[in-house]
Structure formats: structure tokens, C-alpha cells
């Protein structure tokens, strides 16, 4: 999300790492196509013995990129030929906003319902066409103005908001020369990660079904994480984020799934596990002796080392200001309590006990008035959120973390 002009036409290069994923699927639609007509040809030359066979059957019309300009039935349709799996991807947000406010739009309960890879269908009464897909993995990348925010989230209370990430860019604010020599090639730059990716892609296939496994130690501290930001957001937000906050850890999950499973990748060998000291893919632990003695390995447990662990964590912070950013574009009829940052910041830093005279001088050097900071302790206190643990004044938060 950034202002006009702040180049966010540059998300289209995104595109560029799936399609050789896309156009590999396109090529086998054209060609099983081509088959179709020449056997529909065929078929409607039989006459009379057209009643003894049956007709051939039109191919799916797969894809992976799916056009966001798209009617509810037209999408559902989409991702079912392509076995529950797609992405959107648009620079303009209001394209999706359009379609979806459009008279057969109304496809805004198929995006929150792939995000959680539910079961997608759709019933039509004309031609009694009944069609479903158990598991749906649809992913949708967007860029847009503040402005067209609106149009595309109108409440939070859909669901829509609390289910996507965002980042706010600034707009430009000096100008760039742009006719420098030497231009790095994006487009060559990206083409080529994608198609290095689609091996990738490939390979993971080949070797079935893989699962990101987290240590008890790492369990714990995203545990620990999470359970201090919500207990911040309560602070700031009431319970305006909570929803927001609960699938941003599930996001973040996703995110580690991904990037210790490239990270594993990496290596010349990655399912060679028995050679390796300390291996990111080892077979599931439900796998037989036996059939891990004979290579028959269709279960793959992925490790995220702590470096890539403790990167990935770095993001939540930045990604829950990020969206409580968003959270202000929307009326203020939408938005029941503004979150104030400086109350926020304050008491992150005061961390889970304080005095009253820390609170106090912390208050000082960030500029805050003792009234106002006094006044926020009163409030936190009367909602429950901090304690007066003594009559030295010494107050101690209230929430838990079970980890």
C-alpha cells in the first residue's frame, strides 16, 4: 500500500517468479486442447454411430495466474480446474474491489475461505452443475492507494482485513535520475529465479508431502512473542486487532515453512539425511524402518535453523504496525478505538513491571506529559490490564504466557 507514483508497479516482477509455473500448465492446456477438436472433429462426422460413443469431454482450462477481473462463479470455476491452487495478482487493487462489488462478483467469502483452505463449491441450477474442490490454496498479492483501501475491505468485521499482510510504502520525496547507466534487468533477474524456482518445485514434488517442525524451544518463544503482542494490542486496540494478530501467526508460520524449506534446497543433496550432521529434511517419524531402509519416502520433516527462525520473527512487529497503519484508512463509523502509538510504544518499553517513577521518566524523555502518562496507568489498571503489586508503587502486568 503506498501513495500514487511510489512504484508500486514494480510488484509486477512478482509475477514473472510464477510463470514458468503458469506457463508449463498453458502449454499442456493448448496441447490437450488441440487433441480435443481433432477428436470433436471426429466425432461429429460418425452420424449415426455418434449414439454408440461417447462425446469427448472438453479439457479444464487450467491456469495458475488467475485474472482478478473475475465474476464469483468464474473464480470458483478457476481454481477448480487448477485442483484448488492459484494466485492473483494485481497492481491495482480496485480491480479485485470491482469485480467483487460488480453484479456477479461477490467472491469476497472465497478469498477468506482459502486462506484457510476450506472446501470451495458452487451449485447451478440451469445445466444441475454441481462442482467442488476439498482443499483450496489461493494466494493474492496486491498493490494499491490508500484511497482504494475502502472499496476493497469496507469493515473489518468480514474477515477480509484480519487475513492479509500488509506494508506501508512512503511516497517519493526526492527525485531519481532515470536515465542512469548500467540499469540492473530486473525482468532477466526474476525470469531467471523463477525458473530455478520451478526445478525446485519439481524436486519438492517428487518427493511428496513436506512439513515444517518447530523444536520446543522455538514453540516457546513464538509462544512468547505472540502472547506479549496481543497483550500490547489490547492495550492500544481494545480488541480491534485480536483476529488480526491470532492469523498473523499463522502467516508467520507459513512464512518459515517457506523459507526453511529453500533454505534446505540450497544444499547440493537436500533428502540425502544420513550423511549430514545436522540435516533440514529428515523423514516423517510415522515412516516405517523398513521403507526408509529402501528409499520409500513420501513424508518429509523440514527444520528452520535459528538464524532463519529469528529473521522470520523480526517481521511480526513491523507487519502488526504495518496493518494497525492500514486499520486507520478505514471511516472512523468502522474503526471503534484509534490506537494511540505513543501510549503503545511507552508501555512496550516498560516491559512487564515498572515504578511509578520509570513510567514516569521513561514518560519524560519520549516527551509525554506525567498527566497523560499517569492518566493511561489509571485506565490500563481499571481495565484489569496492570496491578499495583505494593504499596511502593510497583505495577506488574496481568496476562500470562502459557508456553
Known amino acids: 500500500m503506498a501513495p500514487s507514483a511510489s512504484g508500486k508497479g514494480i510488484l509486477s516482477y512478482i509475477r514473472l517468479l510464477v510463470e514458468p509455473i503458469h506457463d508449463e500448465i498453458r502449454k499442456e492446456v493448448t496441447i490437450q486442447m488441440k487433441a480435443y477438436k481433432k477428436e470433436k472433429a471426429a466425432y461429429d462426422?460418425?452420424?449415426?454411430?455418434?449414439c454408440k460413443m461417447e462425446a469427448p469431454q472438453m479439457p479444464k482450462n487450467k491456469m495458475f495466474l488467475i485474472s482478478g477481473n473475475n465474476t464469483g462463479t468464474g473464480i470458483l470455476q478457476n481454481i477448480m480446474d487448477a485442483n484448488g491452487t492459484g494466485l492473483i495478482c494485481e497492481t491495482e487493487a480496485d480491480t479485485i474491489?470491482?469485480?467483487i462489488g460488480s453484479e456477479y462478483g461477490h467472491w469476497s467469502d472465497t478469498l477468506r475461505k482459502a486462506f484457510d483452505h476450506d472446501r470451495l463449491s458452487y451449485n447451478r441450477r440451469t445445466d444441475q452443475e454441481y462442482r467442488e474442490v476439498k482443499k483450496s490454496y489461493l494466494s493474492l498479492l496486491l498493490s494499491g492507494t490508500p484511497?482504494?483501501?475502502?472499496?476493497?475491505?469496507?469493515?473489518t468485521e468480514n474477515g477480509l482485513f484480519s487475513r492479509q499482510l500488509f506494508y506501508y510504502m512512503h511516497g517519493i520525496w526526492t527525485w531519481i535520475n532515470q536515465f542512469?547507466?548500467?540499469e540492473t534487468d530486473l525482468e532477466a533477474i526474476f525470469t531467471g529465479i523463477g525458473l530455478e524456482w520451478k526445478k525446485q518445485l519439481d524436486l519438492m514434488k517428487a518427493h511428496g508431502l513436506h512439513t515444517l517442525r518447530l523444536t520446543d524451544e522455538q514453540k516457546q518463544e513464538f509462544n512468547a512473542l505472540f502472547a506479549d503482542l496481543f497483550f500490547r494490542s489490547g492495550l492500544a486496540n481494545d480488541n480491534e486487532m485480536s483476529s488480526s494478530i491470532a492469523r498473523l501467526a499463522v502467516n508467520t508460520c507459513r512464512i518459515m515453512a517457506e523459507i526453511a524449506m529453500i533454505r534446505a534446497l540450497e544444499c547440493d543433496q537436500p533428502y540425502q539425511f544420513k550423511g549430514s550432521s545436522a540435516p533440514l529434511l529428515t523423514p516423517d517419524k510415522e515412516i516405517a524402518a523398513d521403507n526408509i531402509k529402501d528409499g520409500i519416502i513420501t513424508r518429509w520433516d523440514v527444520t528452520i535453523t535459528a538464524e532463519d527462525f529469528h529473521a522470520v520473527l523480526e517481521l511480526v512487529t513491523p507487519l502488526y504496525r504495518h496493518a494497525t497503519h492500514i486499520l486507520s484508512f478505514l471511516p472512523s463509523t468502522e474503526v471503534k478505538h484509534r490506537a494511540n502509538a505513543d501510549r503503545d510504544a511507552l508501555f512496550e518499553i516498560m516491559g512487564n513491571q515498572f515504578t511509578r517513577a520509570q513510567l514516569l521518566e521513561q514518560a519524560e524523555k519520549m516527551k509525554i506529559k506525567p498527566n497523560?502518562?499517569?492518566?493511561?496507568?489509571?485506565?490500563?489498571?481499571?481495565?484489569?490490564?496492570?496491578?499495583?503489586?505494593?504499596?511502593?508503587?510497583?505495577?506488574?502486568?496481568?496476562?500470562?504466557?502459557?508456553?
Not at 147 to 155: G, M, N, R
Not at 375 to 396: A, F
Open 45 to 50: 462426422t460418425m452420424g449415426k454411430e455418434r
Open 97 to 99: 474491489s470491482a469485480a
Open 147 to 155: 484511497a482504494q483501501v475502502k472499496p476493497l475491505i469496507p469493515s
Open 180 to 182: 542512469e547507466s548500467g
Open 372 to 403: 497523560t502518562a499517569l492518566s493511561w496507568l489509571n485506565r490500563l489498571i481499571k481495565k484489569g490490564l496492570l496491578i499495583n503489586t505494593d504499596d511502593k508503587g510497583v505495577y506488574t502486568r496481568t496476562h500470562v504466557c502459557v508456553c
